[in-house]
């Protein structure tokens, strides 16, 4: 078994960036895109030939790391040079599902075939995970992102490597890629990264609420086992030593529970983990990287607004959202956007990419079809058009944009289920007849696109001290069925509002979420709250209704409220106490 050890220093100073991206400025009005290059980058191939082996890499601390390096090769051996690197932050050095780049992924897997175009490739468990060893203390706390700068830092002293390198990674290695950036290695020249939390709380919990996210890996030994071993472990010796550390590792779900409110404290990891594993708390570091990112959301991931918030507080960042579920890109050649985006920046080759637009986003007609055709469009800014939000009254004779005077109530369901929506991270918000209030317009004479960062506006009444409201934009076609085309959720306990701490999309409210912010509710008072609703690019079709339902129950919920079954909610709509819904309706 092979070993390498970790430099502690000697290591070679910054290096300056090549070629800087261009930075997100003002906005312009979203137009169809064919730029040369997009999606479709396809260099000849220098090598043909790979070599792959395994071996423990050992941190500063001592603790060993399982690492799978595959590198460019000629006659079965390795090719002789320099070449730039690029490595992922994994939960096992083998492809997984679990490092939410499994086999939906469209993509992100395939990147080690980048080897062929003259890039050594280096897959690394983190701590706590795979076949490697220690414990795993939080989620994307600072111990891993310290070891993310110590491998980065190894993988640029190298022989066989030239000091440029790259990170990748969607899901949690998203975040994991991004946590390297906010280290500042002098080596590390580009990220690219998908479907990643901005902000741990907002993620997490979204709106106070806590629903399919957030648990991360919890394994067994006996399922630790079941992965490969490293070179020279076949009898799985060391393997199972790393297994059984691995159970010393934050129970996630107990810890994520703990944390109600955005400032708790963390007993389990001794620190208010909501901000310790957060990329805003290193905005600043993150932006002094001057590290390139390159971003990649769906439009229907529910981390898609946070790819978003990333890219307007960060310099220079490249943004693409597709029509896509999470970390899946059907219908995008992403390993060439990829190529592309690396070529650029760590061998300084012009590919066009810093003339590209900072954003490029895809506007859907059928949510249920994200196999279709794609229309691409090109922004400087988000959101994409100066039209800004329209308010659309929720009348109280049920009518989206009706501004007729009433209350309508519904009791809450916590019973409701949704088989067909999906499970694990795909898992999508569902429509029940019945449920909730709809409020909806006529048949639409012309198609009407809504491109931007929705925000409800409710005045309601409960007969509890709290209450978990959602919001879904809908679709509903010419025969009735009804599509959830984006939605947004908040406790209304925490409907306190307060100046963001980084900049949010327009119009858009921040939650601070302390629990001295906590307001709950006095039963039978009316109050006002107001929250975003995930971002979209869609077009209702003529002959389609647009409808807004707002609810008590998410079938999502992973922390319901205990007594929220059978409570009364109360949606007020008169002039005094109106409720609508602000869309951002494009405009000609």
């Keep these: 078994m092979s070993r390498y050890r970790l430099p502690i220093a000697g290591l070679v100073g910054l290096l300056v960036i090549a070629a800087a991206m261009l930075g997100v400025v003002a906005r312009t009005s979203g137009t169809e895109s064919a730029s040369a290059g997009f999606a479709d980058y396809t260099p000849d191939k220098q090598y043909t030939e790979a070599t792959t082996e395994t071996f423990y890499l050992p941190m500063t601390d001592g603790t060993r790391l399982a690492v799978l390096l595959r590198r460019p090769a000629v006659g079965g051996r390795p090719a002789e040079g320099r070449f730039p690197v690029v490595w992922h932050h994994k939960l ?3 492809p997984s599902p679990k490092d939410g780049v499994g086999p939906r992924e469209a993509g992100y897997s395939n990147l080690t075939a980048l080897t062929d ?21 939080g989620y994307h706390d600072r111990v891993e992102a310290q070891d993310a700068y110590d491998i980065t830092e190894w993988l640029a002293a190298q022989p066989w490597s030239d000091g440029q390198v790259g990170i990748y990674g969607c899901s949690n290695t998203g975040d994991a890629a991004m946590h390297a950036v906010s280290m500042r290695p002098p080596h590390l020249q580009a990220a690219f990264a998908g479907c990643f939390s901005w902000n741990k709380f907002d ?14 890996p919890t394994r ?19 393997l199972r030593q790393a297994a059984e550390e691995h159970q010393k590792s934050t129970p996630l779900a107990q810890m994520w529970a703990g944390m109600p409110y955005r400032d708790d404290f963390s007993p389990l990891v001794a620190s208010r983990f909501w901000a310790e594993g957060s990329l805003s708390t ?18 229907r991931d529910e981390f898609r607004d946070q790819g978003i918030v990333t890219a307007l507080n960060t310099s220079g960042s490249k943004l693409l959202i597709g029509p896509w579920l999470h970390c899946e890109n059907p219908g995008l050649a992403l390993v060439q956007e990829a190529h592309r985006f690396f070529d650029e920046h760590l061998k300084g080759i012009d590919t066009g990419l810093a003339q590209a637009p900072p954003i490029r986003y895809a506007t859907v007609s059928d949510i249920d079809d994200p196999a279709g055709p794609i229309i691409w469009r090109e922004a400087q800014s988000w959101p994409p058009t100066d039209s800004g939000l329209t308010d659309f009254p929720l009348g109280g004779d049920r009518g989206l944009g009706s501004r007729a005077p009433g209350t309508r109530e519904f009791t809450v369901n916590t019973a409701v289920e949704c088989p067909e929506a999906g499970s694990g991270a795909t ?5 029940t007849a019945g449920e909730g209030i709809s409020y909806t317009t006529d048949p639409l004479t012309h198609d009407t696109e809504v491109t931007g960062t929705p925000v409800a506006d409710l005045t309601i009444r409960v007969d509890r001290p709290d209450a978990h409201i959602f919001a879904y934009v809908e679709d509903v076609a010419p025969d009735g069925t009804v599509s959830v085309v984006t939605e947004g959720r908040s406790a209304a306990s925490l409907r306190a509002e307060s100046p963001a701490p980084y900049k949010l999309p327009d119009a858009v409210p921040y939650h601070r979420s302390f629990r ?33 339902t707002v609810t008590g129950y998410d079938h999502r919920e992973s922390i319901p409220l205990p007594d929220a079954h059978g409570s009364t909610v109360e949606v007020v709509s008169d002039p005094a106490q109106p409720s609508l819904i602000r869309l951002p309706v494009v405009t000609s």
């Design 203 to 216: 993620a997490m919990r979204r709106g106070g609420i806590a629903a399919q996210w957030g648990y991360g």
């Design 282 to 299: 290193y905005a600043a570091q993150i932006r002094e990287s001057r590290v390139p990112l390159y971003i990649v959301g769906g439009w």
């Design 220 to 238: 067994t030994v006996a399922d630790d086992m079941q992965v490969t071993p490293v070179g020279g472990d076949e009898d799985k010796v060391l």
């Design 117 to 137: 175009h003259g890039y050594v490739i280096a897959q690394v468990a983190r701590r706590g995970n795979g076949q490697s060893f220690g414990v795993r203390r």
């Design 92 to 94: 096992d050095i083998y």
């Design 427 to 431: 898992v999508q918000p569902c429509h």
């Design 516 to 548: 001295e912010d906590a307001q709950p509710l006095i039963p039978g008072q009316a109050v006002r709250m107001r929250f975003d609703i995930l971002p979209l690019s869609y077009v209702f079709r003529a002959g389609h209704r647009m409808q807004i």
